[in-house]
């Protein structure tokens, strides 16, 4: 299906820039006119991937994260997080709920359940050492249209 908009974006991993990736995305879908309740959850689950390329992915260094989006003819929404960090050794693993690899007891581990609990669907591609994509799915309502 052809993408009818799309828009990418790219910000250092610094955690001051996790809220400026919410809204970013939350500003390209409102163009669907999406319930107050779509737009939380896409904004939480953008949140969420976000946090984990800034913990988890760069842990120290401060490197490039890619943000892309698309809106389709059927008012799904596909969001593409991705870094270029150290990987997710075992992907069923990380997206237990509990399961973090934080070892400062910081972090509950549940990023990966909060993501698919806001979205339609939730993909995890990743290679140690090269980086993780989270790609989050949602299909939006719609009382509007990118058309109008």
């Known amino acids: 299906m052809k993408r009818q908009n799309e828009m990418k974006l790219t910000f250092k991993s610094r955690g001051i820039n996790e809220s400026f990736a919410r809204t970013a995305v939350a500003a390209f ?68 709920p509990m399961f973090t690899t934080c070892t400062t007891g910081e972090r509950a581990g549940l990023g990966f359940a909060v993501m698919k609990s806001f979205c339609d669907s939730v993909k995890v591609a990743s290679r140690v050492g090269k980086g993780t994509t989270v790609t989050l799915t949602r299909k939006i309502s719609s009382r509007g249209s990118i058309n109008e």
């Open 29 to 96: 879908v409102a163009s669907l006119d999406p319930t107050v309740d779509e737009l939380s959850d896409i904004k939480t689950a953008v949140s969420e991937a976000v946090t984990n390329a800034i913990v988890h992915g760069y842990r120290e260094s401060i490197e490039n994260i890619y943000i892309s989006a698309a809106i389709y003819p059927d008012n799904r929404v596909v969001i593409k997080i991705k870094d270029n960090g150290c990987g997710i050794g075992d992907i069923g693993k990380a997206m237990e």
